[in-house]
């Protein structure tokens, strides 16, 4: 009698719940929430986050239209930009830039080489929103890995819009790739990145599989821009509370169609998570349960386990988008590294 009793219950609470769901169009609206600063994140990240301003969803919703992409970017570089050199020095790593096929990439080669990848790789894809990150700006994150995984990394400083929308970044991925492939096996090689970079990176596998070309042997996805469509459960939820990216309405949505350049943006080669994942390599995966990305990097790892991928997803509380980048000094971006030289070290060959 117990036994038959809560499935009826849950029945009627589904009903219920239905029903207040249908009565406001499909659609919740959550009244103002108090957030208080997360116990359960790192002291670092903590104090970090209390010092930071609540996020203003408002400013954030400006009219980019007529925007001048041109003078942003070089604003942008020009507030951003650590010396090569000094990056080097800082992180004990060489860097010399060079072209391959007329792509722009920087070769970072550690002053100490991990035996394990002395015929490895790391194919690095900066981020940027598929429209910042360019030039010695392109390099930072790749300088890192290289540094913690020793482990020789290129860094590809791919064309961007507005000059060179989609698909030329993807195809100067392909090129590189193509190159190193004659001196490098594929499952020596790791590709990867954070955000904009994660998200080409997962789109360029894509791209390799159409092509026939043998997959890398690991794929680094920080915080993937996975789908530029405003999909993502956690660009609703996690509007506001993300202190990085804030909001998918503005800066975000209008670089998503500067660089689609008119192409469905459910094309998996902009929008991976809509593509088969059942190909792919063994994918490393962060984000935060803060991160405006957190659904676009949930989705990709279930996409990849439905297909039966080895997939090693890490959420860290409180981490708002690629925050493990922009705050080293804590445990969350020591972990994220260190976990990734882990996941090198196991899957490739």
Not at 8 to 14: F, K, Q, V
Not at 279 to 285: A, G, N, Q, S, V
Not at 307 to 325: R, W
């Amino acid at each position: 009698m117990r036994m038959a009793f809560y499935p009826a219950i849950a029945s009627l609470l589904l009903v219920c719940c239905t029903v207040v769901a249908g009565d406001s169009g499909n659609k919740w609206t959550i009244s103002k929430r108090l957030v208080p600063a997360p116990m359960g994140a790192s002291e670092v990240l903590r104090n970090a986050i209390i010092a930071t301003p609540a996020p203003d969803v408002r400013q954030r919703l400006k009219n980019f239209e007529k925007i001048d992409w041109g003078a942003m970017k070089r604003a942008r570089a020009a507030s951003r930009t650590f010396p090569l050199s000094d990056l080097g020095k800082y992180l004990n790593v060489e860097i010399r830039s060079d072209e391959i096929n007329g792509v722009k990439v920087h070769h970072v080669i550690p002053s100490e080489i991990d035996p394990k990848f002395n015929n490895a790789l790391f194919l690095y894809l900066h981020g940027g929103a598929y429209v910042f990150g360019a030039g010695d700006n392109s390099v930072s994150e790749a300088a890192v890995i290289s540094n913690t995984s020793k482990i020789r990394a290129l860094s590809v400083d791919y064309r961007m819009p507005p000059a060179d929308p989609f698909p030329a970044a993807v195809d100067d991925v392909v090129t590189v790739y193509r190159h190193v492939l004659k001196t490098t096996a594929a499952k020596s090689i790791a590709i990867g990145g954070t955000s904009a970079g994660g998200g080409l990176s997962l789109a360029a596998v894509h791209q390799f599989i159409s092509l026939n070309l043998d997959v890398p042997g690991a794929i680094y996805a920080g915080t993937p821009w996975s789908d530029l469509t405003k999909t993502g459960d956690t660009l609703y939820t996690n509007e506001g509370l993300d202190r990085i990216l804030v909001t998918y309405d503005g800066l975000l949505k209008a670089a998503a169609l500067l660089y689609a350049d008119g192409n469905d943006l459910k094309n998996p080669l902009l929008s991976p998570v809509y593509g088969s994942f059942d190909k792919f390599p063994p994918t490393y995966l962060v984000t935060g349960t803060r991160d405006l990305f957190l659904s676009d990097t949930v989705r990709v790892h279930r996409k990849l386990r439905t297909a039966g991928i080895v997939a090693d997803l890490n959420v860290y509380e409180a981490l708002s988008h690629a925050g493990y980048v922009y705050n080293p000094a804590s445990p969350e971006s020591q972990q994220t590294y260190g976990e990734m030289r882990e996941f090198l070290r196991t899957h490739l060959q």
